[in-house]
Nanobody
Framework: QVQVVESGGGLVQPGGSLRLSCVVSGRTIRGEPIVWYRQAPGKEREWVGGSWMGNDYASSVKGRFPISRDNGKNTVYLQMKNLKPEDTAVYYC?????WGQGTQVTISS
């Protein structure tokens, strides 16, 4: 059974950084796509970016949120830089249609 667990969220000031982790168990991520989403209060869940043959990003985060993966650790990372208040959301990882519980990211001074 595949399990997906996100972690690394928190409260950060504008301009700060966070690194989110997505740890997958039950199946190797090697050669498989993994996608990050986020959902802000009162808004629909939106695609942030994904990692597969290469990486792709939403325009709102491109250049600020690079995605990397460690296949040996079965983990994908979302390195969030130059964070803005509008980045506040619960961040989710999706792998083979399995979702994690999400991790809260709050950007506030």
């Amino acid at each position: 059974q595949v399990q997906v667990v996100e972690s690394g969220g928190g409260l950060v000031q504008p301009g700060g950084s966070l690194r989110l982790s997505c740890v997958v168990s039950g199946r190797t991520i090697r050669g498989e796509p993994i996608v990050w989403y986020r959902q802000a209060p009162g808004k629909e869940r939106e695609w942030v970016g994904g990692s597969w043959m290469g990486n792709d990003y939403a325009s709102s985060v491109k250049g600020r949120f690079p995605i990397s993966r460690d296949n040996g650790k079965n983990t994908v990372y979302l390195q969030m830089k130059n964070l803005k208040p509008e980045d506040t959301a619960v961040y989710y990882c999706n792998f083979t249609d399995d979702w994690g519980q999400g991790t809260q990211v709050t950007i506030s001074s």
